[in-house]
């Protein structure tokens, strides 16, 4: 079974050899699709899609923040490069200067040293495919520690939608059982109200059969209450089966919602009306935890 997971969540990871070292943090929220934002050294920019693809298979939805540092511990990093022939020609402007304007020629080898790109500072050139398989590593334990959070919080999420829906299911019995008593509740009412003014008039019993039916129509609340109990169900059953259901569980939950609201706009009894809103109530708390699933 495929564990349900948040999208909110933080990871860390670290690689490093003997000259070398990464660390990459993540974190993340809710969102409808998979959004990331990478922030690396310039020098690794190059390695910037492979890095968004391999996050890209591990994680469906969030928006995710991804920052990576990599410090070069090495001593021999950069080369001192000397260009003798440029050096050599420079002595030979500063001799011709000299010559052509009888001034002296006070070049010394620390002011030639001076003079641009005679002595350049050259960075060495890095293993590509090393640096990568470091970063890789770097960055597949930072998403194995942010995925093992999004695992708990989405367990925790799960346990707490369980329960919402064992009261939801409460209600839905409740409205069931105590409906059809409205009925007979109007009808003895229509009765009482039609004899305290009639007075001893006998009473059209095919008048107040039309009547509530008509109002048994108005008030029934069958086809809700049965959806309702299917999208519970449905709810219920894709959280035990895990996985990436965010999106289907938003789809049930505003069905849910537009059921109770029905069930309320229908119901002209105090006990059904609190009874439907302590369900709608519910409902809108399990759709906002749902908002937090990946």
């Not at 909110?8 to 003997?18: H, I, K, P, V, Y």
């Not at 849910?256 to 229908?266: G, P, Y």
Request: charged share 30%; glycine share 6%; hydrophobic share 40%.
């Amino acid at each position: 079974m495929t564990m349900i997971k948040s999208m909110t969540g933080f990871g860390r990871g670290e690689a490093s050899d003997e000259s070398r070292k990464f660390t990459v943090e993540m974190k993340s929220v809710n969102h409808r699709y998979f959004d990331v934002n990478i922030r690396m050294p310039k020098k690794l920019l190059g390695m910037e899609s492979a890095v968004r693809g391999l996050l890209k298979k591990n994680i469906e939805r969030g928006k995710l923040d991804v920052f990576i540092s990599y410090e070069d511990l090495s001593q021999n990093t950069i080369s001192l490069s000397y260009n003798p022939a440029l050096a050599k020609e420079y002595l030979t402007y500063f001799a011709h200067i000299s010559e052509e304007f009888g001034i002296e020629n006070d070049m010394t080898a620390f002011r030639l040293s001076k003079c641009p790109d005679v002595f350049v500072m050259q960075e060495q050139p890095v293993d590509e495919e090393e640096l990568w398989k470091l970063l890789e590593t770097a960055v597949l334990k930072a998403v194995d520690q942010f995925l093992e959070a999004r695992r708990e919080e989405g367990e925790r999420l799960k346990a707490d939608m369980l329960e919402k829906l064992e009261v939801m299911d409460g209600c839905v019995d409740f409205i069931e059982q105590f409906s059809p008593g409205l009925v007979e509740e109007y009808r003895q009412k229509l009765l009482a109200k039609i004899q305290e003014v009639l007075g001893d008039v006998s009473v059209d019993e095919g008048r107040i059969a039309t009547e509530v039916t008509i109002f048994a129509d108005k008030i029934c609340v069958d086809e809700e209450t049965v959806r309702l109990k299917s999208h519970i169900a449905g709810v219920r059953d894709a959280l035990e089966a895990g996985g990436a259901v965010g999106k289907k569980l938003d789809f049930i939950a505003q069905e849910m919602n537009r059921e109770a609201n029905t069930i309320l706009s229908k119901t002209n009894s105090l006990e059904l009306t609190n009874r439907a809103i302590t369900l709608k109530t519910e409902i809108e708390k399990v759709r906002e935890q749902i908002q937090n699933l990946e």
